[in-house]
């Protein structure tokens, strides 16, 4: 069976044909530009509070350094903690000593006194950092 087709030409709109659209009438809202306009606090508070976060970032760097792979609950708690506020970027040289610490220690030794919650989010931080840290044993 031959199968026949045909074509037909359709025509073509214009381009630049003006499509008529109704228009609503809204009354001017009662927000202002004020939100798109933002003029940063005084140079004197900028400064201060510059000065205010350096000193608290410190005091994590020391708080990293401090807990050692052997007070494992504690330093996996605060590292949880900063990855999960979004400033880990900040530290990221301290966590990754911590980390080299921590698998070491994980190789060597066996937590049979830890709950299954840190053993959870060791393993899982441990992993989600690329080391390799077996299921079970």
Known sequence: MP???????????????EVGRSTADFPPGFWTDSFLT???????INECKKQQI???????????KK???FKSPELLKLIDSIQLLGVAYHFEREIEEAWKDM?????????????????SVRFRLLRQEGYHVPSGN
Do not use: M
């Open 103 to 119: 698998f070491e220690a994980y190789s060597r030794l066996v937590y049979d006194n830890e709950d299954l919650t840190t053993s």
């Open 38 to 44: 933002y003029t940063p606090d005084d140079t004197v």
């Open 67 to 69: 807990a050692s792979a």
């Open 54 to 64: 350096e000193e608290l970032k410190e005091e994590v760097r020391e708080e990293l």
């Open 3 to 17: 199968v026949s087709l045909s074509l037909s030409a359709a025509p073509i709109p214009a381009l630049h044909q």
